[in-house]
């Protein structure tokens, strides 16, 4: 069965500071995922995604996120952290075998002025 | 956010009430998706319609019934909820072609119920 995990609830970060946020899946085939983000009384919004190719992908509003697979990891990664960074982060994992989607329980962004 | 809307916004109703929440897409995609969005919890994955069929269910209550009339219009119709369906209902949309296509979520119905 598949799942995604973020281990942290909350991650706190100095505005210009990097933020990492992490990420860890287990599918059976090969998978893909997707970063999301929500901002308060909003939808999701799609971030990123890793389907095949460049480990390395690169998203919206300056963020990218890294694809590894002996890790089985997918951080959400950002140089410089912005305080309108600051919202709840969805990691998603869907396997390529599969039509089910599994996201994780979110991780809430703080960035501190 | 204007490509998937849902409404209403909000919406507080007793357990013995009937409502529909609605969900339109703008963006020309063919499957569509149900969410139940609750405190502390992982987002639930509740109705999948691709080409205006359900093709997933995943062990809801029979209290929620989903309606798909045409690839731009999804409704989940409620009746004798629980208060603990009270949460945020997500509306999404994608591609079907590709699993690997991102989906399109609205703002969301906050839903209380009495």
């Known amino acids: 069965a598949q799942s995604v995990a973020q281990p942290e609830d909350q991650v706190n970060v100095a505005e210009g500071n990097p933020l990492t946020v992490k990420c860890t899946y287990s599918?059976?085939?090969?998978?893909?995922l997707f970063w999301y983000v929500q901002y308060p009384n909003r939808g999701l919004q799609f971030l990123l995604k890793?389907?095949?190719?460049?480990?390395l992908v690169k998203g919206s509003y300056g963020f990218e996120a890294e694809f590894n697979k002996s890790q089985t990891s997918f951080h959400l990664k950002k140089p410089s952290a912005l305080v309108s960074d600051s919202a709840l982060y969805f990691c998603?994992?869907?396997?390529?075998?599969?039509?089910?989607?599994?996201f994780g329980k979110g991780t809430r962004l703080h960035i501190l002025p | 956010e204007t490509g998937v809307t849902q409404t209403p916004r909000h919406l507080v109703m007793g357990m013995t009430n009937k409502k529909s929440l609605k969900c339109e897409q703008h963006?020309?995609?063919?499957?569509m998706y149900w969410y139940k969005q609750s405190a502390k919890k992982p987002l639930e994955l509740m109705f999948v319609?691709?080409?205006?069929?359900?093709?997933e269910n995943n062990s809801v209550p029979s209290r929620f019934s989903p309606e798909c009339p045409n690839s731009s219009h999804l409704f989940l119709h409620l009746h004798t909820l629980q208060p603990e369906d009270s949460a945020l209902y997500l509306c999404?949309?994608?591609?079907?072609?590709?699993?690997?296509?991102?989906?399109?979520f609205g703002p969301g119905t906050r839903l209380t119920v009495l």
């Open positions: 999404a949309s994608s591609w079907t072609s590709g699993r690997g296509n991102e989906q399109f």
């Open positions: 599918v059976s085939g090969n998978p893909y």
């Open positions: 890793y389907i095949t190719g460049d480990n």
């Open positions: 998603a994992v869907r396997d390529n075998r599969d039509d089910k989607i599994i």
């Open positions: 963006l020309g995609h063919n499957a």
């Open positions: 319609y691709s080409l205006e069929e359900r093709v």
